[in-house]
């Protein structure tokens, strides 16, 4: 896993965050990003998973300096809000999650490529919910089919510009690189949250204000 920056301040005039590390200017890590985030809504049942819908949201940097991604969080879920029974809770949810980001890297917007219907029943329940705050924005990254956007996946890995952080995504991806044909992202949640952040980022780039 990435560690954690220990501070970030938020460049309202830039659009970007300085991410701290160990306290330390000269830290690696250290320096000027870009945040946005990527989300698969949980609606079709993962291979394995038991008919258990599963979603993956992420949240990349981009590094203004070296022009490399970094997946700094990332998180599978399957609701909104916790769900708790007989006092236990059952499934966590995304919301603290959601939080996280916006209070450690200020990051605001998650991009998402879902039918409509699926979209605005999860929006509904972001809006909805009193333990996320502030609300996140999700952005459309519209796209004809899944080939035509995971060249921009493998290119940034084989090109070494992409630093995956978890389990989950590296195991999905070599998945995903060893299926026969043409590949269904819905069957990779963590590599479709990632795929639609690295795309919209790609598409729509930060650029330096005039």
């Given at each position: ?16 965050t300085i991410l701290r ?15 946005r985030g990527g989300i ?171």
């Amino acid at each position: 896993m990435i560690t954690p920056p220990t501070q970030s301040t938020y460049q309202s005039d830039r659009k970007t965050t300085i991410l701290r590390f160990e306290n330390d200017d000269s830290h690696p890590m250290t320096g000027e990003y870009y945040c946005r985030g990527g989300i698969c809504w949980p609606v079709v049942p993962r291979t394995g998973a038991g008919g258990i819908a599963i979603g993956h949201a992420v949240m990349v940097g981009f590094n203004l300096q070296t022009k490399c991604y970094t997946v700094f969080e990332d998180v599978e879920f399957r609701c909104i809000d916790p769900i708790l029974e007989n006092g236990r809770m059952t499934f966590e949810g995304i919301a603290n999650w959601l939080n996280n980001c916006w209070a450690r890297y200020f990051c605001h917007y998650f991009y998402y490529n879902a039918p409509e219907l699926v979209h605005r029943t999860y929006l509904m329940q972001v809006l909805r919910s009193e333990m996320v705050s502030p609300k996140p924005a999700f952005i459309e990254i519209p796209w004809q089919s899944d080939d035509q956007v995971l060249p921009v996946f493998w290119s940034l890995i084989n090109t070494k510009r992409l630093k995956q952080s978890s389990a989950a995504i590296k195991d999905q991806a070599r998945q995903c690189q060893g299926a026969l044909g043409s590949v269904e992202l819905a069957l990779y949640p963590a590599v479709y949250a990632l795929t639609c952040a690295l795309v919209a980022m790609e598409r729509w780039p930060w650029r330096e204000r005039i």
